[in-house]
């Protein structure tokens, strides 16, 4: 059965605090990513990764970083957590960059900065 | 530019039948998938449509006009837990996902 893990549903961090979101598939898939999604605003890509340590931005990729040295996992960085850093993290894993490229996705992290 | 739109908010009644429009602008078009999200809960997927036509599974259906950049999810036999957000995503010449902001479905009995 396919499945992506994230390592906290729910997180509360201050101001500054450096935070890791930590997501994990299992599925050998090579295309990784890395959303937020705020009420009325969709999901809104921070950045993705189509191999091992390569990694490309997103839409929104300011205030953040990823890595990924292994191939299942996927992790996101917040170098000096913001109040506006407050959202919903959803992580996503791909077969690849082909048709039907269907999105998996994680339970998500509730991540609130105060 | 990219832009998808789709109803922010649609009431229905359970056993009815329901219709979720979007509309779509995208760098190249690659197909178009539509997601369940329950409030809370990460989205899951319903359905993909790459050719013009209707795509048929169970209670949910999918069309898809390519020429007219139009996507719309059926929605038969209404039941409390289709209560939930649907996401049109169609997907650009990149291969990426661009995420419309959903249509919240509100179920009343």
């Known amino acids: 059965d396919v499945k992506v893990t994230q390592s906290s549903r729910y997180l509360v961090k201050r101001t500054g605090e450096k935070v890791f979101l930590e997501c994990v598939q299992d599925?050998?898939?090579?295309?990784m990513f890395w959303y937020r999604q705020d009420p009325g605003l969709g999901l809104r890509l921070i950045y993705f990764?189509?191999?091992?340590?390569?990694?490309e931005k997103g839409d929104i990729p300011e205030g953040y970083s990823v890595s990924r040295e292994k191939k299942e996992r996927f992790s996101l960085i917040l170098e000096s957590a913001s109040t506006n850093q407050t959202s919903m993290y959803l992580c996503?894993?791909?077969?690849?960059?082909?048709?039907?490229?269907?999105?998996?996705f994680g339970p998500g992290t509730r991540l609130t900065v105060l | 530019g990219q832009n998808i739109d789709q109803p922010t908010e649609m009431t229905a009644t359970e056993g009815a039948i329901v219709q979720i429009n979007c509309t779509y602008q995208?760098?190249?078009?690659?197909?178009l998938f539509w997601y369940q999200q329950h409030a809370g809960e990460a989205p899951t997927f319903l359905s993909y449509?790459?050719l013009d036509g209707l795509e048929e599974k169970g209670r949910f259906s999918s069309f898809l006009s390519r020429s007219k950049g139009y996507s719309y999810l059926l929605l038969k036999e209404l039941q409390m837990k289709d209560s939930a957000s649907y996401l049109c995503?169609?997907?650009?010449?990149?291969?990426?996902?661009?995420w419309g902001a959903g249509t919240k479905l509100i179920i009343k009995p």
């Open positions: 995503a169609p997907m650009d010449s990149n291969y990426q996902l661009i």
């Open positions: 990764s189509y191999d091992v340590k390569m990694k």
């Open positions: 449509n790459v």
């Open positions: 599925m050998d898939h090579e295309n």
């Open positions: 996503a894993s791909s077969p690849g960059t082909t048709d039907h490229n269907e999105q998996f």
């Open positions: 995208t760098s190249g078009f690659n197909g």
